[in-house]
């Protein structure tokens, strides 16, 4: 896994641009499969307990998250639009079907291309409402957590 340099952020976006070693289409799967999003999405020590997708606009995009203490952190979500091995763009602004959530973090997003022989640059990252929930995510661990997410990812993709 290589790291790029982020570029274009502003104060309400956060991304994380990285080159993986597996073919595009293995980190699609694993991006839209619920079995194999539970392996990497959710950074260790934590880890995916529950992922219910439904990849299409107006889908939903629900995972738990569980911690090694215990704790569960419920994330409702939808996917807004996706084009097929390319692009995805989900929100927890909205819960399956477009009905508002009562409150909104964060719309992310993620754009795949190839990167020669059998390697991926992704593009990942998460827009949000307000400077300081931008602020807040970054010090809740935003690169230091997704770039272990990334290389969990990559693991996955790999073996399939």
Not at 8 to 17: C, F, I, M
Not at 53 to 74: I, K, M, S, W, Y
Not at 127 to 147: I, S, V
Request: charged content about 30%; aromatic content about 10%.
């Amino acid at each position: 896994m290589k790291i790029h340099d982020p570029k274009g952020e502003n104060a309400l976006t956060l991304s994380l641009d990285v080159t993986l070693g597996a073919p595009r289409n293995a980190i699609w799967r694993c991006w839209i499969e619920s079995a194999l999003i539970k392996e990497w999405y959710c950074p260790r020590p934590w880890r995916v307990a529950e992922a219910d997708l439904d990849v299409r606009p107006g889908g939903r995009f629900n995972t738990v998250f569980a911690g090694p203490a215990g704790e569960r952190h419920d994330n409702k979500g939808m996917f807004l639009a996706g084009e097929p091995k390319m692009r995805l763009v989900f929100t927890d602004g909205y819960t399956e079907g477009y009905v508002p959530a009562p409150k909104h973090f964060m719309t992310g997003f993620v754009e795949l291309s190839d990167e020669g022989a059998g390697m991926t640059r992704m593009v990942w990252g998460a827009r949000h409402t307000g400077e300081e929930d931008a602020k807040r995510h970054l010090e809740m661990g935003f690169r230091e957590g997704w770039e272990g997410a990334a290389q969990q990812l990559e693991e996955t993709a790999q073996r399939l």
